[in-house]
């Protein structure tokens, strides 16, 4: 499976945008698919999770209430962000794997490649 990350942009402090994951090759079947995000200069880290089976949902401290991960159909899943902060500002990437802790970069083994997110303030 390759993913096709899309949606990032530029947007001013308190926008929305949503990013976008898309498998081809296969689905998502099976999968926990993440979002990671790293800024210029720091360690790239979990943003948001969910499990094959949706009903499990895994989210950072710094951006739960305002961001929201779902699955939009068997080979798409979406990253809803709300309120953002100039702190948001990342190459935003996806991710898929099979382990069993979702916020563990380890765990995931597909990615794919970055899509950039600037916060302006």
């Known amino acids: 499976v390759q993913l096709q990350a899309s949606g990032g942009g530029l947007v001013q402090a308190g926008g929305s945008l949503r990013l976008s994951c898309a498998a081809s090759?296969?689905?998502?079947?099976?999968?926990?698919v993440a979002w990671f995000r790293q800024a210029t200069g720091k360690e790239r880290e979990f943003v948001a999770g969910?499990?094959?089976?949706?009903?499990?949902k895994f989210y950072a401290d710094s951006v739960k209430d305002r961001l929201t991960i779902s699955r939009t159909g068997p080979n798409m899943v979406s990253l809803q962000m709300n309120s953002l902060k100039c702190e948001d500002t990342a190459v935003y990437y996806c991710?898929?794997?099979?382990?069993?802790?979702?916020?563990?970069?380890?765990?995931?083994?597909?990615w794919g490649q970055g899509t950039q997110v600037t916060v302006s303030s």
């Open positions: 090759g296969r689905t998502f079947s099976g999968y926990t």
């Open positions: 991710a898929a794997g099979l382990g069993r802790n979702p916020k563990r970069i380890y765990e995931y083994t597909i």
């Open positions: 969910i499990r094959s089976t949706s009903s499990n």
